[in-house]
T-cell receptor, first 115, second 114 residues
């Protein structure tokens, strides 16, 4: 069955520290993968997406993610956290074959950044 | 582009009342999705449409919930009668239906049922 797992519902880092948010997926077909961010009282907005081109994907606000097929992972990283990165982050997966398919979202990871 | 527009942004109602949430997708997008977000259950897909036709409503919790899309620029999600457990943030999202395109989300409607 298709699924997305985000390890750690809460992650806390210091300002300036590395951010690593983990995402693993389960699928029998090539996936399309997305990271969305949700700031308080707002809708979700796209950070970046993987669509079978380059395995290292760069997104907005200095975030990037690497698709690793052998590990079925798509972890999100940022070298240096900023206070404004505090938000909830969602990994989402979609089958890459056939017509349009609905997104399957992970449970989300809430990132806290402290001074 | 104005993005996905939802109204109202906040709704407070009493148990038993009818609630109607509204969504205007991005022009040219042919898929529209309704999601519900709660602390307990996270983000849940309720229903989605393609070219105004409902494709998958398996996420609609029960018959009290209904959704319509009378044209390409408008959709409604109705709850009748509402219950306190329906309290949540409801999001609408739209996408131009190419397999690798991302969904664009509206700002959400925060529903509180007393």
């Amino acid at each position: 069955a298709q699924s997305v797992t985000q390890l750690g519902s809460h992650v806390s880092v210091s300002e300036g520290a590395l951010v690593l948010l983990r995402c693993n997926y389960s699928s029998s077909v090539p996936p399309y993968l997305f990271w969305y961010v949700q700031y308080p009282n707002q809708g979700l907005q796209l950070l970046l997406k993987y669509t079978s081109a380059a395995t290292l994907v760069k997104g907005i606000n200095g975030f990037e993610a690497e698709f690793k097929k052998s590990e079925t992972s798509f972890h999100l990283t940022k070298p240096s956290a900023h206070m404004s990165d505090a938000a909830e982050y969602f990994c989402a997966f979609k089958e890459g074959s056939g017509g349009y398919n609905k997104l399957i979202f992970g449970a989300g990871t809430r990132l806290a950044v402290h001074p | 582009d104005a993005g996905v527009i939802q109204s109202p942004r906040h709704e407070v109602t009493e148990m038993g009342q009818e609630v109607t949430l509204r969504c205007k997708p991005i022009s040219g997008h042919d898929y529209l999705f309704w999601y519900r977000q709660t602390m307990m259950r996270g983000l849940e897909l309720l229903i989605y449409f393609n070219n105004n036709v409902p494709i998958d409503d398996s996420g609609m919790p029960e018959d009290r919930f209904s959704a319509k899309m009378p044209n390409a620029s408008f959709s409604t999600l109705k709850i009748q009668p509402s219950e306190p457990r329906d309290s949540a943030v409801y999001f609408c999202a739209s996408v131009r239906g190419s397999s690798y395109n991302e969904q664009f989300f509206g700002p959400g409607t925060r529903l509180t049922v007393l």
